[in-house]
């Protein structure tokens, strides 16, 4: 018998030890990951055999086409309006002094804690057309007719603004702190000025934090829900909620798969076209 | 309502240890059914008129479990062999596809005397007929605060002109196409088979003016009591509901669309024989004139209105009452559920949507 080589050896039983360590998430996983969309992809193809029914339904008919066109327009709307709103909120979270930081990020963070289904009420509260928004705005004699701020697409564009900040503010956080601010004043002792030091040295330092900000608000919102549904008035359909409609009154299990398939397959082609321009474990902030 | 759901099953479960550790006649304690229903005010209503006296007299155990929308559960339930739940009361639409479908069990109605004697239309193969309600237009006094000049008909809904405000419609086809019919002047009796183009057209003209496509019946209410809309089709029951607690709002039954919720058992059920049983309870005269008592739904067994239990002012409330019936539209759930009926749900997606 050859003696191993010890080193080797050792890396394998820690090999093993990875393993085993990783066996519950990986068995998780599967349950209820890959199981699920393994059934979602078969349901999508089978009725009574298989066939591509489904798929050509949601090609052909117009009212998939045009609620895929609503949810990526939502999306991109929404996306943009966090960036806009969320990069000045990490700036300061980012530059302030204690406890001044964590009193802004307990801010992002509060309402995160609270259940998207409330908020999109208080919204309702707030916006609808005897609303606080209303009322205010015509006791200050700035509109003499309310305004029709819910209940339709910039209702839902607002509330899901307002759910998914969170989620760009904190990578975008968590980015911009590990900027080091030596290479700020490095910046402004070569002569450049605030404004000149922030475009060329922080924007592009901060961009995996923005990338990975876009790319999450984006992707949450391409399967939101119940903000569309309680703010959209009936008309703003989106992509989740076909599926919904296609289960609860078609009773299509097979076209509501489809859809989902689609819906998966977009989003995982954007994931990877961003992967393409930042490495995956660079957007998340840990590098 | 979790935590309402545990009680009732910690409840149910302490009661049945106790009955067994006490009585000889555990086996019969044992017997017991999952009964589902929509939840809300609703299921606590029916729990107080219904449930709890079925579970007494019968001395069975009524386990109970709340879904909105039951159908698409009832179907993957079926489908994995072993459904957990026994009876299901659902609007009766599902009750007839899921008897076409083969999701329920056929009913012999020989063991359920109340409900054979219920008129035939009823009941079908696989489902009763178990309470009533109504979908009517409901208007905010405070914009039509005269009685005599408020809106009556749904021609006067579609009549934007002479009652100039918002409108709210349910996000769905069932009863919206049969009320744009009848704005457009179909008479409630001539309805079935639906001019279902017709009835789109019609739908087209009012859609412009509709606020909001609602999608929950809280949602109809909050919308009419909040000013956000003046006039809505909405629940019987949703709009009185806000009366009891003093809103400005009223509704009419005339041109009201009738409808049903039916029990049905699904097939397979765990419980088939003590789901029987009950569902022969639940229709019970005494029982059903019991609903009304504490929701402004109907009996939909009419011998209710004779056992002397419901109040004469309490009758010309209730929307099954005959002469509130009459004035109203009775849905038709045998066209909703034929070839028909589903294409024209089917069509309802991409109007809402333009």
Redesign the interface.
């Known amino acids: 018998m050859t003696a191993i080589d010890p080193s080797l050896r050792y890396r394998r039983r820690e090999q093993g030890l990875m393993l085993l360590l990783a066996s519950p998430a990986v068995i998780v996983i599967v349950a209820l990951v890959v199981i699920p969309v393994g059934w979602l992809m078969t349901q999508s193809v089978y009725e009574n055999g298989f066939t591509l029914e489904h798929y050509r339904r949601i090609f052909s008919e117009d009212i998939y086409w045009r609620s895929f066109g609503l949810t990526f327009r939502i999306a991109l709307m929404v996306t943009v309006l966090t960036l806009v709103l969320g990069y000045p909120v990490a700036y300061a979270a980012a530059h302030v002094k204690r406890p001044w930081d964590v009193l802004i990020l307990s801010f992002v963070i509060l309402p995160f804690w609270t259940s998207v289904l409330v908020r999109a009420y208080a919204w309702l509260v707030l916006l609808q057309r005897t609303g606080v928004t209303n009322q205010m705005l015509e006791r200050f004699g700035l509109i003499s007719e309310p305004l029709a701020l819910v209940h339709n697409e910039l209702g839902t564009v607002i509330a899901t603004v307002h759910i998914l900040l969170p989620f760009m503010v904190l990578p975008l956080y968590s980015t911009m702190q590990k900027i080091p601010r030596e290479l700020m004043l490095a910046g402004a002792s070569l002569g450049g000025g605030p404004l000149h030091t922030f475009l060329r040295v922080f924007l592009p330092l901060s961009l995996p934090g923005v990338v990975a900000g876009l790319t999450l608000v984006f992707v949450l919102t391409l399967g939101f829900y119940i903000t569309p549904e309680l703010l959209g008035g009936g008309r703003t359909i989106m992509i989740s909620m076909v599926v919904s409609r296609n289960v609860e009154l078609y009773n299509q299990w097979g076209a509501a798969s489809a859809v989902g398939v689609v819906l998966l397959v977009a989003v995982l082609a954007i994931f990877l076209a961003v992967g393409r321009i930042i490495p995956l474990d660079k957007m998340l902030g840990q590098k | 309502m979790p935590e309402r759901r545990l009680t009732i099953r910690t409840a149910c479960a302490a009661a049945g240890l106790s009955l067994a550790l006490l009585s000889p006649l555990s086996a019969q304690a044992a017997e017991q059914i999952m009964f589902v229903s929509q939840g809300g005010a609703y299921q606590k209503a029916q729990t107080i008129a219904i449930l709890d006296p079925s579970a007494k007299k019968l001395g069975i155990t009524i386990n109970q479990d709340s879904v909105p ?1 039951a ?2 559960i009832m ?1 993957s339930q079926v489908a994995t062999g072993k459904p957990t739940w026994d009876v299901v009361d659902v609007a009766t639409n599902f009750c007839l ?1 899921g008897g076409e479908q083969g999701i329920l069990e056929k009913l012999d109605f020989s063991k359920i005397p109340n409900a054979a004697a219920m008129p035939a239309e009823y009941r079908s193969d696989y489902s009763v007929a178990y309470e009533f309600y109504s979908s009517v237009m409901g208007y905010s006094l405070k914009k039509f605060p005269d009685a005599a000049a408020a809106p009556k008909t749904w021609a006067d809904f579609w009549d934007v002109k002479k009652f100039p405000g ?1 409108r709210s419609l349910r ?2 086809p069932l009863a919206t196409l049969e009320a744009a019919l009848m704005a457009d002047g179909v008479p409630a009796d001539k309805l079935y088979p639906l001019d279902v183009d017709r009835a789109f057209k019609k739908l087209e003209e009012i859609k412009p003016h509709i ?5 929950s019946g809280a ?1 109809s209410a909050q919308l009419l009591n ?3 809309v003046d006039m809505v089709m909405a629940w019987n029951g949703r709009i009185s509901a806000l009366t009891k607690e003093g809103a400005k709002v009223a509704y009419t039954y005339n041109q009201g669309i009738l409808q049903s919720t039916s029990l049905c058992v699904l097939k397979g059920a765990p419980n088939l024989p003590t789901a029987i049983k009950f569902l022969n309870e639940a229709v019970d005269p005494v029982h059903q004139a019991n609903l009304p008592l504490h929701i402004d739904y109907g009996p939909a067994n009419p011998k209710a209105y004779d056992t002397g239990v419901i109040p004469a002012a309490r009758v010309g409330e209730l929307p099954s009452a005959p002469a509130n019936a009459k004035v109203q539209a009775l849905m038709s759930y045998a066209w909703w559920t034929s070839a028909a009926g ?1 294409a024209a ?2 069509r ?3 109007f ?2 333009k």
């Open positions: 929308d159908w698409p179907r596809r918002r996000n769905h606020t909001v496509w609602w999608t949602q909040d000013g956000e589903e749900e089917k309802w997606l991409s809402a949507q």
